[in-house]
């Protein structure tokens, strides 16, 4: 039962982060390319996951997205997108290429990190210095603040327009999206079970969706729309 139960929360949680990749990478014009993204992520992590279990010499573990490789490729897929939009392209056009960009991305990336690998050269990491970690690690959490504000808001975070009136809508879910991390923050200082951020998502759902219920607004853009028709997608076709 306990090992049923560690699963269960680690694969939440991997859901969890899978969706907000997703809709981070593919949002705004781009969200047509959401549910292949998400499709082509719940594929990676079961291929991935289970080699990873069948192959990993420290069972038991459970892998999951990058979060540091996975910020700044939403932040490359979104320049490459606008460079097709910036040459007059369409949004379908902008999507196919910033799909064809992350799955080149992946495969030089998995190419690499297997050299690496077999030439027994990870090792060379401790020659990076802690200075230059840290500042990678900062820049990610810069580019996930900016990528989760353009998702409550819809609109891409600007020092220029801070303070112009949020689009119509807006501000409910800014303010949710704050409150949550605020209170999943303080709720780590204060228990340090594994289980606080699996139970924080569900709770946080159940609690959001009752009180959208109750007051009738319907969906009114709080859910990510395409996750139920998630679409099978090749860049080689």
Same mark, same amino acid.
């Given at each position: 039962?306990?090992?049923?139960?560690?699963?269960?929360?680690?694969?939440? @949680?991997?859901?969890?982060?899978?969706?907000?990749?997703?809709?981070?990478?593919?949002?705004?014009?781009?969200?047509?390319?959401?549910?292949?993204?998400?499709?082509?992520?719940?594929? $990676?992590?079961? @291929?991935?996951?289970?080699?990873? &279990?069948?192959?990993?010499?420290?069972?038991?573990?459970?892998?999951?997205?990058?979060?540091?490789? %996975?910020?700044?490729?939403?932040?490359?897929?979104?320049?490459?997108?606008?460079? !097709?939009?910036?040459?007059?392209?369409?949004? &379908?056009?902008?999507? %196919?290429?910033?799909?064809?960009?992350?799955?080149?991305?992946?495969?030089?990336?998995?190419?690499?990190?297997?050299?690496?690998?077999?030439?027994?050269? #990870?090792?060379?990491?401790?020659?990076?210095?802690?200075? !230059?970690?840290?500042?990678?690690?900062?820049?990610?959490?810069?580019?996930?603040?900016?990528?989760?504000?353009?998702?409550?808001? $819809?609109?891409?975070?600007?020092?220029?327009?801070?303070?112009?009136?949020?689009?119509? #809508?807006?501000?409910?879910?800014?303010?949710?999206?704050? #409150?949550?991390?605020?209170?999943?923050?303080?709720?780590?200082?204060?228990?340090?079970?594994?289980?606080?951020?699996?139970?924080?998502?569900?709770?946080?759902?159940?609690?959001?969706? &009752?009180?959208?219920?109750?007051?009738?607004?319907?969906?009114?853009?709080?859910?990510?729309? $395409?996750?139920?028709?998630?679409?099978?997608?090749?860049?080689? !076709?």
């Amino acid at each position: 039962a306990r090992d049923t139960l560690a699963g269960a929360s680690a694969a939440l @949680v991997i859901l969890s982060y899978l969706l907000s990749y997703s809709a981070l990478m593919f949002s705004g014009e781009l969200a047509a390319g959401f549910p292949i993204m998400l499709w082509a992520m719940l594929f $990676g992590s079961v @291929v991935a996951g289970a080699w990873i &279990a069948y192959r990993t010499s420290i069972p038991p573990i459970a892998n999951g997205m990058d979060i540091p490789s %996975t910020a700044v490729l939403i932040a490359l897929c979104g320049g490459i997108a606008q460079s !097709v939009f910036d040459r007059g392209g369409t949004a &379908a056009s902008a999507v %196919t290429h910033a799909l064809v960009f992350a799955s080149m991305a992946s495969l030089i990336c998995a190419l690499l990190m297997s050299g690496l690998g077999l030439a027994r050269a #990870g090792a060379y990491c401790r020659f990076v210095p802690y200075s !230059v970690v840290a500042g990678f690690m900062a820049a990610t959490g810069c580019l996930l603040l900016m990528g989760a504000y353009k998702l409550a808001t $819809g609109r891409a975070f600007s020092l220029a327009r801070f303070l112009d009136p949020l689009p119509a #809508g807006a501000l409910p879910k800014l303010i949710v999206a704050i #409150g949550f991390a605020a209170a999943l923050f303080a709720a780590r200082k204060v228990y340090k079970s594994p289980f606080v951020l699996p139970l924080a998502v569900v709770i946080a759902a159940l609690v959001l969706n &009752a009180i959208l219920a109750a007051s009738g607004g319907g969906s009114n853009g709080w859910y990510m729309s $395409g996750a139920e028709k998630s679409e099978a997608w090749s860049p080689f !076709v």
